[in-house]
């Protein structure tokens, strides 16, 4: 059975950071290339941040770029998202996904920037 399980979402204050994880069991995680997206209430789901399946390469929304770092660990099976200098508008629900031979999703985890 495929998880991919998302934690560390919460609440913090603009300009704090947070980190968010995705841990991945039942795939062979070193194949997937795997992504962040997020969704805003009333908003479609936006593709923030991509990772290779080696790691060698990543992208991010312009929105984004220069305050959220990707990155994976392979021997954990997991991928995490550094945010920083968080802003009202990073307020979403954050899921990560795999993709290899077919997509795979997280349940998502929220994140709320507010003072």
């Known amino acids: 059975q495929v998880q991919l399980v998302e934690s560390g979402g919460g609440l913090v204050q603009p300009g704090g950071s947070l980190r968010v994880s995705c841990a991945a069991s039942g795939i062979t995680f070193r194949y997937y290339d795997m992504s962040w997206y997020r969704q805003a209430p009333g908003k479609d789901r936006e593709l923030v941040a991509v990772i290779t399946s080696t790691g060698g390469r990543t992208n991010y929304a312009d929105s984004v770029k220069g305050r959220f770092t990707i990155s994976r660990d392979n021997a954990k099976n997991t991928v995490y998202l550094q945010m920083n200098s968080l802003k009202l508008e990073d307020t979403a629900v954050y899921y990560c996904?795999?993709?290899?031979?077919?997509?795979?999703w997280g349940q998502g985890t929220q994140v709320t920037v507010s003072s």
């Open positions: 996904k795999g993709h290899y031979w077919r997509d795979y």
